[in-house]
Every structure is written in C-alpha cells, then in structure tokens.
C-alpha cells in the first residue's frame, strides 16, 4: 500500500522536474544498451560458432603447423602473442597429405593454403579477399554446397575458381556470375560456380568463406613458385567413432614424415573452434566490464539528481515527518523514486539496445540473439544500480531533522 | 462532590531543553512544568525567544527535551523510538504552522489527504476524509486548485483540514495567524475555537493578545519558564464571518437591490447557528 503510494509521491516529483529525471535516465539508458548489445552480439556470435561446431566439428580432425599444445592454445595466443609467427614458412606441405589420406581409418584429407592476394572484376572493381587453394575433398569435408555452377573438381582446368555468396555480391551485386572473368592476383580465372551461404566468420576453416574465392591447389602452387604452403589440413575420418584412432595413427605417420620433429598439431573440429570462441568470450567479457563502467556513471548520475532533489525538498520532508512520516516511509519515497528512474531506464534500454542488435544484425549478417536471460541480466544490473546509488540519499533524507528541515527557506 | 476534571493529555515535569555545548549553552527551556488537561484551549505567549516554539516542538515529539519527564496520554514518550513517535505524531498530534507548510507541487486535496498516507489508509478513503474534512472549512470547491491558487486564509484553513484529518486528539498551532491580515486571522481563530467546541485540546502560540480571548486559559512563559497561567472565559465564536468571502460577492453582485433582504437572511442564518451554537 505504501509503496503505490510512495511510487505515485515519487512519479509526481520526477514529472515535475522532467528534463532533469530524462537527462538523469539517459545515463542508465546508454549504460544499459551498451551492456545488452555487448552481451546479445556476443552470444550471436559465439552462437553461430558452436552452431558450425555442432554439425562437423564432432566429426572433422583438424591438422595445423606449429607446435602449440592444444590444452593452451586460447591462453598462448591471448596473452603471448607472436607478432611475426604469422609470417613464418608453415610446416605442413603438400607431401603430408598422401600418407595421411592412405590410412586406413582416413576417408578424405584436404589441404587448405591460403594466398593473400587482390581480386579484380576489371580496372574499376577491386577487392581485398582470401585466395584459397585446396582439392574437391574440401567441400565434402564442410558440407559446402554451390547455389551456382560446381565446386572445382579433377577434371576442371586451372584458372577457374568458386567465390563465395558475398564476395559475388559484392562484385557483382548477383550471385549469377557463371562464365564472368576475374583477376586473381593479375591471372584471369573464370568463374565455376558460386558458394551456398555459410556460417559467420568463425569457422573450423577459420576462414570466412563467404568472402573468399577457391581454386585447385595446383592453381594455387603456381603463386608460389610451384610449392604448396599448407595453413591447414582438413581430415574426415572413415567413421565418427574412429576419430581418436585417427588423431593417433595421424600423429605417428606425420612424425615419421617430419623426422620426429613435432612440428604440427592434430586437433579435433571442436578444439579448432576453442581459439575463436574463447578469444570472443574474452573479448565480449572485456566489452561488457567496460559498458559496466557506463552503467556505473549513470548511477552516480542518479546519485548526484538526488542528492540534489533531497536538498530541494528538505523542507517538504519536514512537512511530512511532523504530518507522521517515519524515517522509514521517507527512505522508501526516495529509494522508490531511485529505482523508477533505474527501472525505467533499464526498459528503455533494453528496447533500444533490441532496435540497434537487429540493425547491427542485418549489417554484420549475423542473427542477433536477445535472449530472456541477456534482458534480464541488464534489468538486474540497472535495478542494482539504482537501489545502491539511491539508498545513500535516501537515507539522508530519512535521517534529517524534522525541525531543521522545516527551518530549510530552500 | 468535587467536580470532574479531565484527565490530562500533557504533563511535563522539570522539563528542560539546552541547545549547544560548553560554553555555548543556551537555554530554552529551564523547569517547565505543565498539565494540558483534555479538552482544554491553552494560548501560550511571550516575548520571542522564550521558548514558546521550542515548547510546541517538544509537545509535537518534533524535538527532544535535553532532561525532564513528558507524559502524553499518561505515556512517557521521552525515551521511545523514532518510528513510535513518528506514528503517535500520525495518529495524535496535528499542526498547525504560521506558513501553512502545504505541499506546492500538490492539490489542496491531496495536502489534507497526506497524513493518511502513513496511516495506511487507502486512496478512496483517503480522498473521501479529506473532502469530508475541506468542507467543514468550506473549501469543497477549491479541492482542485493548487495551494498557490488560494489565499493566505484558506490556504491556513487548508492547513487546519489537513492537521484535523486524522482525528488528532491535540492541535498545536504555532502562531497560526502570524501570516494573515486581521479578518482571515478572525476566522481561523474562529475555525480553532469551533474545532475546540467539538472536544478537542489545543495548543497554540501566538504573539498577538487580541487571538488569546478566544482560549479558556492563557500562559505566559518568560526566559524557558512559565510567568504567569491564567484560566479565562473564552469567546464565543462568532459565525458571520465564516460565510465565504466569495459567496458573499456572488450575492451581492447579483442584484444590489436584494442587498438588504440577502443581509437579512444572513442575519438569520447567522443567529440560528448561534442559537445551535449555544445548544452545543
């Protein structure tokens, strides 16, 4: 009963000094959007990894040069980074992938090298993309489909080449490009065939295929000088149930290949993912301490409004102690007006926060995922940040004496 | 057969009140002692800074007394908590100030409806006593307007609504009339006495003698003690004066040629209260 009544007192006082309670809430909106937008990008991105996870990972092996331990791999590359290891000449060559793909428990091995390179429509029309070389195993392993034309195979010539949904759009502005020319790295190629849609960014290729163009890996070795340079291989083991089998013999037969040396690291579909994935919690976790921080400026903002608004009113609060207000009923009409302006802000936020996901969504090609959960974790946090950034007026408001307040000519 | 008196409602015993430390120390109020029996209208006076204001407080439980004993209702109410004066202030005490202390931001309704926003009545029955209480004053029809709409008068007698609204057994009205010209100050001494009428005890300062008739017993403190108390005859109040300003205009305004037959009416109308008055 009292707290309607106190909601209605602390509604009327908000109404009447508007602009302030507005300019006030708008600290607690932004806050609010920057944390619920952190978080629901997050979670869609994240999301659209573990989808890609779920359908391969489970039954792909992933072989990549280096000799990092998988256990670490987020750790190492967060917070030891290697600037030039990029640069370095990868391990892994063409000679690995014959007597990978002649183990028994190994259905299909396909290499992935990457070529950094330039794609040209014509003079006008130019675009940064990942040249990608690799054997028709390769869309098996990943289940990719063409919307258009055909992947490359044994018998398509050199000089043709597969692109993505998006890099065809982007040159084109359709995806209905068979036959068309393109310049990859100064060479002509004709175009084969153009990629189904994929998933985001973060794959297991760890490429983004929607913006890349695919050749054959003896196109590709032409770029460099005839030697294949081999980022990673991509390995399908006979069944599901034998891939711990396969890492194993996979394992052996490249040491016996490499001299012993470890110089590369077997790891399964999921564990390729871990790095992206946990490099996005991280990321998404940092983002959201420091839109945290925002939401924390807006209570001090609350703060500040009513410590101003007590002092406006201390004679008001005199006139309702001697009328029978204890301290309690004082401390609740002011917490109360705290936390309308929290509140409200926290709702404000998080429709606006909705509105900017989905336009971010449609720009980025992601699908936003605003989950009941992000809501109410953002309307927690602003109901927090009321309750404790107005308990501290609030209770100098109940504190104050009758008498004096009714002195206060404010 | 003796006569009955009333219990009392107030009984202070040595009271005193210092305010500042050390040296600093002055004194409001030095060994009052008083009995306020039931029923009773008590004018205190006295020269400023005697401790009439300082008295009020204390009585209103607004204030504490620094050493001494004070009964209200046979209760001593020197050592009890916050909330429980709070809530004896809510259900016991009304005030009445000499700068009304309404709320501006809220209609005159709502000012007499807020003390019983803390006895937890709800807003229906909150709204429905409160325009009970405005019409007693005649001020239903201002029951929309905003304090800042009204006069000095109705704005005290808003303020007298709203003291009354919970029933209080106790008025303490401090220098209720100091804010107003001689007629409002008439006719809120009149609304007092009539509230006085109906049983209830009031205690009110004031620095004007002419407003003291009105009371049955007038004390005089001088330097935080009582100087001299007095038990008098009050005045009867009288009722032609309460009639409202403005329908009083509307009459008049009417047809001047009514004039004489509207102040007879009046008359009557004034004298038969009386004569009801005197019944009472």
């Given at each position: 009963m009292i707290f309607l009544t106190n909601a209605k007192i602390a509604i009327d006082s908000l109404r009447s000094a508007r602009t302030r309670t507005n300019l006030t809430m708008l600290g607690i909106v932004i806050g609010v959007v920057s944390i619920t937008l952190i978080l629901s990008l997050g979670e869609s991105v994240r999301q659209s990894g573990i989808n890609q996870v779920n359908d391969l990972g489970n039954k792909l092996i992933v072989i990549r040069p280096g000799g990092m331990q998988s256990g670490n791999i987020a750790n190492n590359n967060l917070f030891n980074p290697s600037p030039i290891a990029p640069y370095a000449t990868t391990t892994?060559?063409?000679?690995?992938?014959k007597p990978i793909e002649d183990?028994?428990?190994?259905?299909s091995a396909s290499p992935l090298m990457l070529i950094n390179g330039s794609i040209d429509k014509n003079q006008l029309a130019t675009q940064q993309a990942s040249i990608l070389a690799t054997t028709p195993s390769f869309a098996e392993a990943l289940k990719l489909g063409t919307s258009n034309g055909q992947f490359i195979d044994e018998e398509t010539n050199d000089e043709t080449v597969v692109i993505g949904q998006q890099l065809s759009i982007d040159l084109y502005?359709?995806?209905?490009?068979?036959?068309k020319k393109l310049k990859l790295r100064g060479v002509e190629h004709t175009i084969i065939g153009v990629l189904q849609k994929t998933d985001g960014p973060i794959g297991i290729s760890g490429i983004d295929l929607n913006h890349s163009a695919i050749i054959s890996l003896s196109d590709g070795k032409k770029f460099n000088q005839g030697i294949a340079q081999l980022q990673q291989i991509l390995v399908v083991p006979e069944?599901?149930?034998?891939r711990q089998t396969a890492i194993h013999q996979i394992k052996t037969t490249l040491s016996k290949e490499h001299n012993g040396e470890k110089d590369f690291q077997v790891i399964t579909g999921e564990e390729a993912v871990v790095v992206s994935k946990s490099f996005y919690h991280f990321t998404t976790t940092l983002t959201a301490i420091v839109a945290g921080i925002s939401l924390i400026v807006g209570g001090v903002g609350i703060m500040n409004i009513m410590l101003v608004g007590v002092a406006e009113r201390t004679r008001e609060i005199g006139i309702r102690k001697s009328l029978g207000a204890s301290n309690r009923h004082i401390l609740l009409q002011f917490l109360i007006e705290a936390l309308i302006i929290s509140v409200l802000g926290g709702f404000i936020g998080i429709i606006i926060a909705i509105a900017i996901a989905l336009f971010i969504g449609l720009m980025l090609g992601l699908t936003p995922i605003i989950s009941l959960q992000v809501m109410l974790i953002s309307l927690g946090l602003s109901v927090c940040v009321g309750v404790i950034f107005g308990l501290g007026p609030a209770i100098r408001a109940a504190r104050k004496n009758p008498i004096e307040a009714l002195r206060d000519q404010s | 057969m003796t006569p009955k008196t009333p219990p009392p409602v107030i009984k202070l015993k040595d009271l005193h009140k210092n305010y500042g430390f050390g040296d600093a120390i002055t004194t409001a109020l030095d060994g009052m002692n008083l009995t306020i029996n039931k029923g009773e209208f008590v004018a205190i006076m006295g020269p400023s800074g005697c401790g009439k204001t300082t008295l009020l407080n204390i009585l209103g439980l607004l204030d504490k007394a620094t050493s001494g004993e004070y009964d209200l209702d046979g209760e001593?109410?020197?050592?009890?908590s916050q909330s429980r004066r709070a809530q004896i202030r809510r259900e016991q005490i009304g005030f009445v100030f000499q700068s009304f202390n309404?709320?501006?931001?809220?209609?005159v309704i709502e000012n007499v409806a807020l003390p019983l926003i803390y006895s937890g009545k709800t807003h229906t029955k909150r709204l429905q006593l409160a325009s009970k209480a405005l019409r007693l004053f005649h001020l239903q029809n201002r029951e929309?307007?905003?304090?800042?709409?009204?006069?000095g008068g109705q704005m005290q007698r808003v303020a007298i609504a709203r003291a009354l609204v919970n029933e209080p057994s106790i008025i303490l009205a401090?220098?209720?009339?100091?804010?107003?010209d001689s007629r409002s100050s008439e006719i809120i001494m009149q609304e007092l006495s009539e509230i006085h009428q109906r049983g209830n005890t009031i205690i009110m300062v004031t620095h004007?003698?002419?407003?003291?008739?009105?009371?049955d017993r007038i004390i005089y403190m001088l330097d935080g003690k009582i100087d001299t108390d007095s038990k008098v005859e009050p005045k009867k109040p009288d009722?032609?004066?309460?009639?409202?300003l403005s329908a009083k205009r509307r009459k008049v305004a009417t047809s001047k040629s009514k004039k004489k037959v509207v102040s007879k009416k009046v008359a009557k109308k004034t004298t038969k209260s009386k004569k009801k008055a005197a019944k009472k």
């Open positions: 892994l060559q063409e000679k690995d992938i183990l028994k428990s190994v259905r502005g359709t995806d209905q490009i068979l036959g069944k599901a149930k034998q | 001593p109410v020197e050592s009890i309404l709320l501006p931001r809220q209609t929309y307007y905003m304090p800042h709409q009204l006069s401090d220098e209720p009339t100091g804010n107003l004007n003698s002419r407003l003291t008739s009105y009371a009722l032609t004066a309460k009639i409202p």
